[in-house]
């Protein structure tokens, strides 16, 4: 009997979603009857890939998804239905741009390095109307509503429910809180190796969705779904350990300003890896053109937007590109909610391998208000600031293409290219009020 054949019979399991993350982020399946799983466990489940967003062609031969029964997970909402995490294949081969695959590549290399790179993420979300177009309390007002005691119970149904499915999953879940816009939340679990954190990250998103459909809502993690509040932050926390995952290689005393805030030598070149690459990597951390209202937003209501505009790092200082909140681990507090799961998980593992093996001084640590004083900061560069510029900062980072993946790399340009043209060439509203008139 197949793993998933026994998973079903153990579980009461019907029905299983093979599913499968695209370029864009956007996540595909077909729901299978456990009575055909075995096959679709050996052989996968076939889609078209040009019918998502792949760089594939009608010509291409079937995409088959070979599910990952090691990451099987029963909805808890829907316990006769289960989610499984595939990779893609065709013609008996990976498909190098499928993110999944990136990602497993990346932990392999790593691993061959002797290194195993743990991770957790703060995905934020909106609450929203059905319709998407305003937050979906009324009450929620308040000028700085972080945190806000009566705000998160007024959405404890979907919290709560929510938490308890993750408690019921073992993730660990650990604190929800009501975040710094109004109508939005954010919701922590325990970190993991990047494999599992990617595949959890995954699931979230699809079940935060739906839960907030079940209570007449919608959820988003949009980057910057309502002009004036603070936008849907990604922040991954990242340390990399040995391979029994029991000595954190990250943590130790390597002299100056890097180890002043607990960090090894080995954790400052991964960190100058982020540094040395941020401009190409927000390509990935930050890849839709709404992302870029949020990475160089202006003041928000609350007062701070919270996120970066400049490739800097710090210690426990919220207003850089990168914080050291403790020793032997860091945390990006680039990505926003549109990051794809996989490829942000192998974007960080590619740049941190290839500050390691280049031995990237990470620069100066700065310690001041990047809000209040940046403007100080001299020869620090900028973050993009559209989408195009980080899509040619990626272009131009041969080393972290590669790293990537050529194949893949190439694929994600030439969408992400096609992305931009398609937003450039769209009649506003805006250039009509502004234009007509001239």
Known sequence: MSKLAKFAEEKGVKYFMISYTDLFGGQRAKLVPAQAIADMEEDGAGFAGFATWLDLTPAHPDMLAVPDADAAIQLPWKPEVAWVPADCVMEDEPVEQAPRNVLKKLVKEAAEAGL??????????????????????????????????????RRYDVIAEICDYMLELGWGP????????????????????????????????FMVKSVAEKHGLRATFMPKPIQGLTGNGCHAHISVWDLDGKTNAFAGN????????????????FLGGIMKHAEALAAITNPTV???????????????????????????????????????????RLPDGAVNPYLLQAVII?????GIKTKADPGPRYDIDMYA???????????????????????????????LGNSFSASYIKMKHQEWNSFVSHFSNWEKESTLDI
Request: one cysteine or more; proline letters at 6%.
């Open 116 to 153: 195993r790179v743990k991770t957790g993420i703060e995905a934020e979300f909106f609450l929203l109307t059905p319709e998407g177009d305003q937050i979906s309390d009324p009450f929620d007002t308040a000028e700085k509503p972080c945190y806000d005691q009566q705000a998160v119970m």
């Open 174 to 205: 650990y604190q929800n809180d009501h975040e710094d816009a109004n109508g939005q939340f954010e919701m922590n679990w325990d970190f993991d190796d990047a494999l599992v954190t990617a595949d959890r990250h995954s699931f979230f998103k």
């Open 254 to 269: 390597a002299g100056g300003q890097v180890g002043e805030v607990g960090l090894s030598e080995q954790g400052g070149f």
């Open 290 to 332: 709404n992302s870029y209202k949020r990475i160089n937003a202006p003041r928000t209501m609350s007062g701070a937007t919270w996120a970066p505009n400049t490739v800097t790092w710090t210690g426990n200082n919220r207003t850089h590109m990168v914080r050291v909140p403790g020793p032997g681990r860091f945390e990006l």
């Open 350 to 354: 590619a740049a941190g391998l290839s």
């Open 373 to 403: 004083e940046g403007h100080k900061i001299e020869g620090a560069p900028k973050l993009p600031l559209n989408m195009l510029d980080a899509i040619r900062a990626y272009d131009a980072d041969p080393e972290l293409k590669s790293m």
